[in-house]
């Protein structure tokens, strides 16, 4: 004879639907199927190893389903993440019997994850009539965190604020709430809050958001005593924890302490492995980042999306193409190539290697295209003099109705000017003016350059005069513009409005600006003035292209003499641009004695 306890171990060594049939019609035979606790495990066992209609038929055949019945079902669809399912199968059942706290738990648990703030509001109503459940530390916590992925930290506070004493999980989902929801500053100081109670005691998940918290605002002073504190309490071998603060110490810039506790770790994961390598790789050191990336493969751990975007940007950064080649390699073998991430990163790594067809390449067998990818395509053609394939690039982004953003339309104006053509930078000056970006500085000063390259000054002049806050780079601009069309006077009296009618002050460009239309209109001694300016008044130190135009003015007028004077009179190293200009004056004046010496300096 078959007894309940030798069905129950039957049930619990079940592997496969097959045996579950089976099983099934022994539990009818023996008229255990009634039961209530057969019937729920008979549920359980079904949504594992069967598909959902098959587990559903068994729940709607069952006569007389409880409130453990309901719970089974309702725990197999979140389990199998079918919360909107769970939630309209928690409708039918509310109305007709009385939930307990575990359906109100399992319930709010799928309002969270697909964010249902009003379906949530009526259970919330509904626990607010009910004192036992209200008072339910679970369900409090499941409140707070449903208001937390809904963006409401007001309501998940009033949640909190009903407890006379919260346990360390509703501490812990409220400073995780507020971490995630762009609040670190709200986080940290719940965390003072937290440890001021005595009563509670800190635990390892509660300390990751902190940590975290900490390096959203970049608080290297808090974390570090975040980590003394993990150090006395002996968590010093949770790897999630330890994980937290290698990102701090990465996003913080300290690649010492990053290190040191990277070694002393004794298990790390592939999470510490991507902490790592990111550090490295975004804190000036890409040879490191891929030393590790290396070390990482070796160890035979397996990299993830994160490991593989940190070790392309070193690439990028090392310019590295045969390494960036290996490891697109690898994404494509354990296939990762095709992830948006990966592929964007590709493309930034190919296009600052000086390979655009790569970059292209990549770009074109991306399943998924966003906004990120098309930006990263459209600024590396134009830093590979791809200007009208950049301009292709922006026309696809506009109609597959991704916005693009302000450094995108500069980027895009920048084509325009090297390949001077009219029409495109009038049509890009429309869509500016149609997206309400027209006077932001850097697309205004985008749009003076554009329009001065394509031959219109007039043009360039109006947009000028039209931005009401001009900026130094907007002035720049403008007296570029008068230097592409040999207008030297118009920009000396340009930058003479900007110091007297402005109250912006000239940096290096603005002086480089001028210095460049002085020497394309010949105005030497107007040039040499500028440039005494710069150094007396406004204690700007020159660099090489200053020196550069101001050794050209001089050649222009054949005063070799003083331009080697001047050259003399330098604090840094010479650089070429430099020699270059004084050997381009003496060709054109036949001046082969200072050419020779020019040249014998200029090749030591």
């Known amino acids: 004879m078959i007894t309940g306890e030798l069905l129950i171990k039957l049930l619990e060594s079940c592997k496969n639907g097959g045996c579950l049939t089976q099983l099934h019609s022994l539990t009818i035979k023996t008229g255990f199927s009634h039961d209530t606790f057969f019937a729920a495990k008979l549920i359980n066992l079904y949504s594992q190893l069967t598909n959902p209609r098959t587990t559903r038929k068994l729940f709607d055949e069952i006569p007389h389903r409880t409130v453990y019945i309901w719970n089974s079902i309702l725990k197999c669809y979140c389990r199998d993440r079918r919360y909107k399912e769970s939630l309209l199968l928690f409708s039918q059942f509310f109305s007709s019997q009385k939930p307990d706290v575990y359906t109100v738990q399992i319930s709010l648990k799928a309002c969270s994850a697909v964010k249902s703030l009003d379906f949530g509001k009526i259970i919330h109503g509904f626990i607010k009539k009910t004192d036992q459940i209200d008072r339910n530390l679970f369900i409090g916590s499941a409140l707070i965190e449903l208001y937390s992925k809904c963006g409401k930290m007001d309501d998940a506070l009033c949640v909190f604020e009903e407890f006379i004493e919260p346990d360390v999980v509703l501490w812990t989902t409220m400073i995780t709430g507020y971490e995630q929801n762009g609040e670190p500053i709200h986080a940290l100081k719940f965390f003072a809050r937290m440890a001021m109670n005595r009563g509670v005691l800190i635990d390892p998940i509660t300390l990751v958001s902190v940590v975290s918290a900490c390096a959203k605002i970049f608080d290297l002073k808090f974390g ?22 290698l990102n701090l110490y990465g996003k913080t810039g300290s690649v010492i302490a990053a290190s040191k506790l990277f070694k002393k770790m004794e298990e790390k994961d592939v999470i510490s492995w991507g902490s790592i390598i990111s550090c490295y790789a975004h804190n000036c050191f890409p040879e490191e980042a891929l030393f590790l990336f290396e070390d990482m493969l070796a160890r035979g751990i397996e990299p993830n999306t994160v490991v593989f975007i940190s070790a392309l940007q070193a690439c990028e950064a090392t310019c590295n ?65 791809r200007e009208s394939q950049s301009i292709g690039v922006f026309r696809d982004m506009l109609a597959r109705n991704f916005n693009p953003d302000n450094f995108d339309l500069v980027k895009v104006l920048t084509a325009c000017s090297e390949l001077g053509v009219l029409r495109q930078t009038s049509c890009m000056h429309g869509f500016a003016i149609k997206c309400g970006v027209a006077n932001n500085s850097f697309i205004g000063a985008s749009l003076i350059e554009s329009y001065a390259k394509c031959g219109t000054l007039d043009s360039a002049t109006t947009i000028f005069r039209q931005i009401i806050d001009r900026d130094v780079v907007t002035w720049s601009s403008m007296l570029a513009a008068h230097g592409f069309h040999g207008k030297g006077k118009e920009a000396l009296d340009l930058f003479n409005e900007m110091i007297e009618n402005s109250s912006v002050k000239p940096n290096e460009v603005s002086f480089l600006s001028v ?47 003083k331009a080697m004077v001047f050259i003399g009179q330098m604090q840094e190293p010479v650089e070429a641009n430099v020699w270059g200009a004084l050997l381009g004056a003496c060709k054109i004046h036949q001046n082969v004695g200072i050419g020779e010496i020019g040249e014998s300096v200029c090749c030591r």
């Open 515 to 561: 210095l460049s239309a002085c020497s394309h209109a010949v105005l030497v001694k107007e040039g040499i003035e500028i440039f005494n300016v710069m150094v007396k008044d406004y204690d700007i130190c020159p660099n090489s292209k200053h020196y550069g135009i101001v050794v050209d003015l001089l050649g222009r007028i054949g005063e070799l003499e």
């Open 321 to 385: 193409i045969e390494t960036g080649k290996r490891i697109h390699n690898l994404a494509v073998r354990k296939g990762l190539d095709l992830d948006i991430l990966v592929s964007t990163a590709l493309i930034d790594m190919y296009m600052s290697c000086s390979c655009p067809d790569d970059a292209t390449e990549v770009f074109d067998h991306m399943p998924k295209k966003d906004a990120v990818c098309f930006s990263a395509m459209l600024h590396g053609c134009v830093k590979n003099g």
């Open 224 to 245: 570090r005593s975040v980590h003394g504190y993990i150090f006395r309490m002996g968590y010093e071998n949770i790897v999630s924890l330890l994980n937290a603060l």
